[in-house]
Nanobody, 123 residues
Framework: QVQLIESGGGLVQAGGSLRLSCAAS????????MGWFRQAPGKEREFVAA????????LYGDSVKGRFTISRDNAKGTVTLQMNSLKPEDTAVYYC????????????????WGQGTQVTVSS
């Protein structure tokens, strides 16, 4: 079992930055692929970024590529999403997710989810 707790959400003006963190509890964190997803009101949950376990590797959603960076610290059991050049359309609840063995951009392939943290970008 893996428990995930997100932090770092808040209100920021367009063009600003925020850093989200996800703390994971449980064994073998380094083997888990970690992902970030987001869901805006009235919209489906959307893939943001993922960082593979094991040998590493990253994936990004097209709408955040070049602006967001995902990183992880296996010793601390954390994954971070650095969000720069934020836009109002980035406003959403951001969720951290984990899955064993293999990076994925598909939410149905993630077994563990955090409660989410709200990010609001004002224009």
């Amino acid at each position: 079992q893996v428990q995930l707790i997100e932090s770092g959400g808040g209100l920021v003006q367009a063009g600003g930055s925020l850093r989200l963190s996800c703390a994971a509890s449980g064994r073998a964190f380094s083997t888990y692929a970690m992902g970030w997803f987001r869901q805006a009101p009235g919209k489906e949950r959307e893939f943001v970024a993922a960082f593979n376990g094991g040998v590493g590797g990253t994936l990004y959603g097209d709408s955040v590529k070049g602006r967001f960076t995902i990183s992880r610290d296996n010793a601390k059991g954390t994954v971070t999403l650095q969000m720069n050049s934020l836009k109002p359309e980035d406003t959403a609840v951001y969720y951290c997710a984990a899955r064993r063995y293999g990076i994925s951009r598909y939410q149905t392939e993630y077994s563990y989810w955090g409660q989410g943290t709200q990010v609001t970008v004002s224009s």
